[in-house]
T-cell receptor, first 113, second 113 residues
Framework: GAGVSQSPSNKVTEKGKDVELRCDPI?????LYWYRQSLGQGLEFLIY????????KSGLPSDRFSAERTGGSVSTLTIQRTQQEDSAVYLC???????????FGPGTRLTVL | GDSVTQMEGPVTLSEEAFLTINCTYT??????LFWYVQYPGEGLQLLLK???ADDKGSNKGFEATYRKETTSFHLEKGSVQVSDSAVYFC????????????WGAGTKLIIKP
């Protein structure tokens, strides 16, 4: 596609449920990042994938958060046992390898009731 | 660790006024510096970037110069328009941390006609 796509655009869930958020990066971009944008914390890095290398998970806030990237393309961010503090906009970005300009998707707005 | 500090908003200006949004950074390496913009209801877009000292990034009439001596990357525009109303984020990235973006808190800009 022309840009980074994310789905769903909005997700409302109940506390304690699991959610999956999807990111489809720009074709040819091997680097993929997840960020979170929340009112209290601003923008924060979550996880980074580069090709087939082990991901950099240093930004994941707890072990309830995990992500995978299949076939070096689509990525899924999973949040287990959601809490109200997980409510935020989850952003995905991609870039060429060894490059520092990231292109962002429109985000998934997650609301945990 | 590396960090970015930008002026708090909201910043309210009249159309055709001169704009400055201050951004300073702390980094141990030689980061690249960015300004991203988020228009109402839209995703993050790269506005401009600079990759080394004294570089000037420019786009859509906005400019910012990478000043290593003052560790700053202030955003300027000579004559703002109502359509420039948005939230502006200053950020840095470095190869040492896989180019993950480290963000400022964002500055909301309101332009009145």
């Amino acid at each position: 596609g022309a840009g980074v796509s994310q789905s769903p655009s909005n997700k409302v869930t109940e506390k304690g449920k699991d959610v999956e958020l999807r990111c489809d990066p720009i074709s040819g971009h091997t680097a993929l990042y997840w960020y979170r944008q929340s009112l209290g914390q601003g923008l924060e890095f979550l996880i980074y994938f580069q090709g087939n290398s082990a991901p950099d998970k240093s930004g994941l806030p707890s072990d309830r958060f995990s992500a995978e990237r299949t076939g070096g393309s689509v990525s899924t961010l999973t949040i287990q046992r959601t809490q109200q503090e997980d409510s935020a906009v989850y952003l995905c970005a991609s870039s060429f390898p060894i490059a520092d300009t990231q292109y962002f998707g429109p985000g998934t707005r997650l609301t945990v009731l | 660790g590396d960090s970015v500090t930008q002026m708090e908003g909201p910043v309210t200006l009249s159309e055709e006024a001169f704009l400055t949004i201050n951004c300073t950074y702390t980094a141990t390496g030689y980061p690249s510096l960015f300004w991203y913009v988020q228009y109402p209801g839209e995703g993050l877009q790269l506005l401009l970037k600079a990759t080394k000292a004294d570089d000037k990034g420019s786009n859509k009439g906005f400019e910012a110069t990478y000043r290593k001596e003052t560790t700053s990357f202030h955003l300027e525009k000579g004559s703002v328009q109502v359509s420039d109303s948005a939230v502006y984020f200053c950020a840095l990235s470095d190869l040492r941390s896989n180019y993950q973006l480290i963000w400022g808190a964002g500055t909301k800009l309101i332009i009145k006609p």
